[in-house]
């Protein structure tokens, strides 16, 4: 029974964000806070403000323009006066006069400027989603949201969309995301996993070259910096999803008297010895904490022949587990040379689609596709990502922070936590590219702590598939009283303005409450006394 690609495809950034690790990013060193990029030699092109002296910039600004008459093309979804600039950043933040890199950025201008009060700036997750197209996505309701108390600005980051790229130049085969991540054999097996990890490394040394290796969380806090003071902003405000959360909170704990009222959407453990190799490894217990409101979905009665799973909740998971390990016996490809559905391209469209709920129909129809077919073949390409996007990914988690090398460690772990955690068979804590990395860390990771002003919040679901609660906690812990965590009874990836989408009144509740926790703090500055549960009755303390 045949299964169109495009029926279960997914999103580019639940692609991206799930090639290498789970959200947040590493590490950032220390740069000193008087400390500014410089232009490069030459003239910079046209768009583009090169920042001058050793102490800031003399001229602080953009050479903005309208994104519609940009020579990179139309975005068709941006909103109408959005404006797009280049900023030119120091390569190495270390030779500030040397060569630069390109920063792509765009603002949407307060339409009530008696009401704006400062700038807003988005942060992208990732590592590898573009802040520019999540601008252009976001912006209107956000602007509508704030009540044009600011200037909504974001960033492609070096390395991603119009920003300078780097890329390793991977094999084909290398891109589908079920090889890019590190998914075992049928009975655990690391060997095909360990060889396409080392090979993706050597392509990676071979030809990712100065731009790869300046792709990491300590250089996006940096940019950032400078962005700021080409704003000729004071502080910034910020609205961090996923993966920008941790370099939000690193910015935080570098610059924490740049920062006026700093959100942080759906946070990682931000352990500095672990860091994406803890995230990673967390999508374990995060994907059973999760699929229990796929079942309840794929099991209710008004489901159509297409999507519903099983009779009842409790059988969807040993029936997902059962058709996994049948489909571990079929191979990649056809006779004829077609994609065919595996046992880890099933569990890999279960992960991505545990990210929203909007996800669950395509995962639905996907199970009920290939039980129906029996031992019959079912026809399905799982959609590559491009070299470029899978380099900066892996370059950011392999570039921060130093990964194990012991490949007997690595099966080790994957042994332990295939029968702890059958639904994702020991990928999150399989071998990966770090491991054979050639390039060690440039900066130390940092410890988020409690020095700053308290003026952080934090919104979380109780049910990421992606960033579990147990992290966020973690995050919230480290930051004392700097922070107080809204926590939304719901599921799925990203909470505010409908990041992860609703279905059903109960999280649809659930979220309009969080949403005005996020919106009061934005534009009053007030945040809760106490941590708080948002759920279908309201809030409670926590």
Same mark, same amino acid.
């Given at each position: ?32 806070? $008087? ?20 102490? /800031? ?12 008459? /940009? ?9 109408? /006066? ?11 933040? /270390? ?145 961090? =999803? ?101 046992? =880890? ?89 770090? %491991? ?12 988020? $702590? ?39 009874? %719901? ?15 109960? =999280?649809?509740?659930?979220? %309009? ?30």
């Amino acid at each position: 029974m045949a299964l169109t690609t495009s029926k279960v495809s997914t999103k580019r950034k639940a692609l991206l964000f799930t090639l290498a690790t789970a959200t947040v990013a590493t590490a950032v060193a220390a740069s000193p806070a $008087t400390a500014s990029p410089t232009a490069g030699p030459g003239t910079p092109k046209a768009g583009t403000t090169g920042l001058t002296g050793p102490t /800031g910039p003399i001229t602080p600004g953009l050479d903005w323009h309208d994104c519609q008459a /940009g020579s990179d093309g139309t975005r068709g979804d941006t909103l109408d /006066g959005t404006e797009c600039a280049t900023l030119a950043v120091p390569l190495d933040y /270390g030779k500030p006069t040397g060569r630069t890199v390109d920063i792509a950025v765009s603002r949407i201008r307060s339409d009530k400027p008696t009401a704006r009060r400062g700038t807003l700036l988005v942060i992208p997750g990732g590592p590898g989603s573009s802040g520019v197209d999540r601008l252009a996505k976001k912006g209107g309701a956000l602007r509508k949201e704030t009540g044009g108390a600011y200037d909504l600005v974001s960033f492609d980051p070096r390395g991603v969309g119009d920003s300078t790229r780097a890329d390793c130049k991977l094999e084909a085969d290398d891109l589908e995301p079920a090889h890019l991540r590190s998914w075992p054999g049928a009975d655990g097996d690391i060997s095909d996993s360990v060889a396409r990890s080392r090979r993706i490394a050597e392509a990676c040394a071979r030809n990712g070259g100065e731009v790869m290796r300046s792709l990491t969380t300590a250089n996006e806090v940096r940019d950032i910096e400078s962005l700021r003071r080409a704003l000729g902003e004071e502080k910034l405000s910020a609205w961090a =999803n996923s993966y920008g959360t941790y370099v939000g909170a690193v910015y935080a704990q570098k610059y924490p008297q740049r920062t006026d009222r700093w959100v942080l959407d759906s946070s990682g453990d931000p352990d500095p010895g672990r860091v994406a190799r803890g995230w990673l490894a967390n999508m374990s217990a995060a994907a059973d904490d999760r699929f229990p409101d796929f079942a309840r979905w794929a099991a209710a009665p008004e489901r159509d022949a297409n999507h519903r799973v099983a009779g009842r909740a409790e059988d969807v998971r040993p029936l997902f587990l059962s058709l996994a390990q049948r489909l571990d016996r079929v191979p990649e490809r056809s006779a004829d040379g077609k994609g065919q559905l595996t046992g =880890n391209r099933l569990r890999m469209v279960m992960q991505q689609a545990l990210y929203s709920d909007a996800g669950f129909e395509q995962l639905a129809a996907l199970v009920v596709a290939a039980r129906d077919a029996g031992d019959e073949p079912v026809p399905y390409d799982l959609p590559s990502v491009s070299s470029a996007d899978a380099t900066v990914n892996m370059a950011v988690v392999c570039n921060d922070v130093r990964w194990p090398r012991s490949v007997p460690g690595y099966a080790r772990d994957v042994r332990a936590d295939r029968i702890r955690h059958p639904l994702t068979a020991g990928m999150p804590v399989s071998v990966t590219p770090c %491991a054979f990395w050639k390039d060690r860390p440039a900066d130390k990771p940092t410890r988020i $702590t409690s020095d700053g002003p308290s003026n952080i919040l934090m919104v979380q679901s109780l049910r990421d598939p992606a960033t579990p609660y147990r992290g966020a906690l973690k995050m919230r812990e480290a930051f004392g009283e700097r922070a107080r965590l809204v926590s939304v009874d %719901a599921g799925g990836h990203g909470v505010y303005l409908g990041n992860a989408t609703r279905a059903g009144e109960d =999280n649809k509740r659930a979220g %309009a409450c969080a949403d005005r926790a996020v919106t009061t703090f934005l534009t009053t500055g007030r945040h809760p006394a106490s941590d708080t549960l948002c759920t279908t009755a309201g809030t409670e303390s926590r």
